[in-house]
Structure formats: C-alpha cells, structure tokens
C-alpha cells in the first residue's frame, strides 16, 4: 500500500482577470460526496490574449507522504490559497492534477462549509456528514468539539449571528476533531485571539503527531518552524524550494530582506500596510551620547529613533511598537509604548520617536525590525522587515569574557549559596 497522501503532477490554475473561476460551495460539496478520491486532470483553454490571464499556479508537483506536516510559504498572492483551494476541489484546476488519499478536513476561509441559517450544533453534524462520517461518529466527538471552541452557550445560535471569530473557532474544532485523514489550514487561524491560535497549533501539532497529514499555510514562521519538518516555498504560482523547513525558511525571510533593501528607504517603501494615519520614514540608531550608530553591542544602552509623518494633521491616541525577530522569523522582543504606559495620546503632524532601551539584551547575532503603529486601535502604518539590526559581542555581565552558546536573550541574574537550615 502507498504511503503517499497527496500528489500533485504538472498542477496550474489559469485565471481570466475580472473572471471569477470555479466552483460554488455547493458544487464543491457535491464533488466531495460522489467522488472523495477523484483525479483532477485538466488541459488549459486556448488563450487569444495573455495579457487577459494571470497562472495562479504553474507546474506545481510534490508529494507529502501520510503522517508528514507541510507548511506552505510566501508572500501575498504567491498561490498558496489557491493550491488549498484545489486541493479541497473548490476550485478545479486548469493543467494537470492532484491526487488526494484519505478523508480531507479543511479550514480556508471563515464560514466555508457553513450554513448561515443553521446553528451550530447542525453545522457541525452538516461538516461531518461531508466528510463522509455517520451520525454515531460525529455524536461520540460532539461534546469534545464544542469544549475546544469554547462557544458553548452559543452553540444553539444560527451561524449567520456568529462573529467571524466565533464562526473560525467551531470551524477549526469541526475540521480538527473530526479524525480528517489530512487537515488543510489557510491562514484563517490569524481570526482568533492570540490564545486560541496557540491552542490551535497545539492541536494541530497534536493532529500531526498521531500519524495524520498536515498542510498549513502561514506567514507565520514560527508557527511553520514549531510544526513543519517540511516547508514549501512557493512565489508567483510556482515552487521556489521544497526542504527542511528551517532552510527554506532562512532562504525565505532572506530574500524578503533582500527585496525590501531594493525599495529603499522607509519614506519610499509600498509593502506596507495600514490606513496611513502614521507614516514612518526613517529608523537610524544611537547610542547612549546621542552618536548615530549602525549596530548595538550586548547589554549597552541603545535608542531607535523613528521619524513619522501624519499627513498633515496630528493625530491622538496613537500606540507604536517595534518587533524584532531572528533569522527565522521569531519574535524575540517586543519594545511598545503600551506595555510601558508610554501611549501618545497627541502627536503631531511630524517628529521624532524615542524608544530608549538601558541595556539591550540580545545575543550577537544579525536580526531584524519590524515597525507598527495605530490609531484609536486601528492598524496606521505597519512594515515588516524595515530595517537590519546587527547586534555585537559585549561585556553585558562585566566579567570580561565572551557571550557564546546562551541562547537568545540576556537578563540581570546573580546566583548564591543559601546556608543550610536546621
């Protein structure tokens, strides 16, 4: 017997701009029960003008082997929906095919597979009921579904009064509980709060870890890191590198550096996000005699300085924060003006803004920043990957020696003997 999960050959999607293309829920529903194993075979249309068609995806061909977890990588409009879309046979593909062994369960968008005008209770026995599971299954996994959504006085409620988080949660419940050979995860995950994320990449971890099948989709690194053995990289519809999910990740994040470095300064950057209440253009460093410097040595003082510009008007209530993450992707530190109680409650239309950090606590290493701001809690300018951060080797506990194999961070700590007590 195979031990081959999915298999896709030579696999495209050619869509037609301003054309919507594929399948309806229903139809998709209905491919699901008559034919839960199908090939999907096609051949591209004949094409009079290119410039009208856009290839979604482009010869795309691996295999994920039964139990392996998968994460799929890269930017916005790379093909990474798409190929879940495919894979899920909502959409159908133009060239090619793909092969699917096993009962899929899957979470692309919010509300997928629900019926607004049932409740919750019937959606959850509708999803099973798709997956091809018979009602003493799904009975026997209720209880467990509802618990991990945590929306049990909700649960009797039509989905069309859910919020979208509400609506994410028993939608991911459903697809992880109902023992779905593979689970295929979009990004969705990003809906919920912080604490119902790490609960969902634990179960999902959970899922991986029974023998099962994974795809998820995230920009996420850490998430891809914490879950995946293997990472696909995909860019314009095409597979960049299929590896080692630590290595395609470090490829990855390196050129999406290397990409925001040619758009030049902070002022001229387009990959940004944000209604532009707050504009960021310039991030310089300096140390503690108010010297611009281009790095930081472990335990020094540092300041990152960050002119801003509001369009001409000032602005109140506003809240600015910088990550700073590892060549993986990692968050590692978290400098806000929120955690501190240090929120602008007016700006004006532009200046200067001071984060000041007494002794910095990184290992040397090379890193990089990621900016943030908001308005009265609406995302006002945000841009990862805005600037490097090369940190040194320094004397943070004053001993003289050199700070090697310690880890990420650094604290203040001492150690002592307490005398022993009769």
């Keep these: 017997m195979s ?7 030579n696999l495209g999607k050619l869509y037609r ?45 691996f295999e994920v082997k039964q139990g392996e977890a998968v994460g799929i990588i890269g930017r916005n409009g790379a093909g990474k929906t798409t190929l879940l879309r495919v894979l899920t046979r909502i959409t159908e593909p133009t060239e090619g ?11 692309l968008e919010v ?10 209770r019937e959606n959850i026995y509708l ?27 909700f649960i009797d409620t039509p989905m069309k009064r859910f919020s979208s988080g509400m609506q994410m949660r028993l939608a991911f419940s459903v697809a992880a509980h109902l023992e779905p050979e593979i689970l295929l995860v979009d990004e969705v995950l990003a809906v919920g709060d912080a604490a119902f994320q790490k609960k969902c990449l634990g179960k999902m971890g959970n899922v991986a870890g029974e023998g099962r099948t994974v795809l998820l989709v995230s920009h996420r690194m850490e998430a891809i890191m914490g879950l995946c053995s293997r990472a696909i990289w995909l860019d314009s519809g095409s597979i960049v590198t299929d590896g080692p999910a630590d290595k395609v990740v470090r490829e990855y994040l390196s050129e999406v550096s290397r990409q925001a470095e040619m758009q030049g300064t902070l002022a001229e950057r387009t990959d940004r996000a944000g209604d532009g209440r707050i504009r960021f253009t310039e991030l310089r460093l ?58 602008f409650e007016y700006l004006p239309p532009e200046g200067e803004l001071v984060c000041s950090v007494p002794r910095f ?27 490097k951060l090369e940190v040194d080797t320094g004397d943070f506990f004053g001993t003289g020696r050199p700070l090697t194999d310690i880890g990420d961070s650094l604290c203040e700590h001492s150690w002592r003997l307490d005398e022993a007590r009769d």
């Design 361 to 387: 606590p990184l290992v040397p290493g090379s890193y990089s920043i990621d900016l943030n701001s908001s308005v009265n809690g609406i995302k006002a300018d945000k841009i990862d990957g805005a600037a």
């Design 111 to 120: 509300g997928t597979g629900f019926h607004a005008e049932l409740t919750g």
């Design 286 to 343: 300096r140390d503690s005699m108010r010297h611009s410097v281009d790095s930081v040595a472990s335990g020094d003082s540092i300041e990152f300085v960050l002119s801003y510009t509001t369009a001409g008007k000032p602005v109140r209530n506003a809240s600015v924060w910088l990550w700073i993450r590892d060549g993986y992707g990692r968050r590692l530190l978290c400098l806000w003006s929120r955690l501190t109680g240090d929120d």
């Design 17 to 61: 701009m301003g054309q919507y293309i594929g399948y309806s829920l229903r139809e998709g529903m209905m491919d699901a029960f008559l034919a839960p194993f199908r090939r999907l075979r096609r051949h591209p249309p004949p094409v009079s003008n290119q410039n009208d068609y856009i290839w979604a995806l482009k010869d795309i061909s």
């Design 127 to 153: 999803n099973g009921a798709v997956l091809g599971m018979k009602k003493k299954e799904i009975d026997q996994k209720f209880d467990e579904i509802v618990a991990f959504s945590e929306i049990e006085r």
């Design 3 to 9: 031990d081959i999960a999915i298999r896709t050959q």
């Design 97 to 107: 095919y793909a092969e699917i062994y096993g009962r899929v369960g899957s979470l």
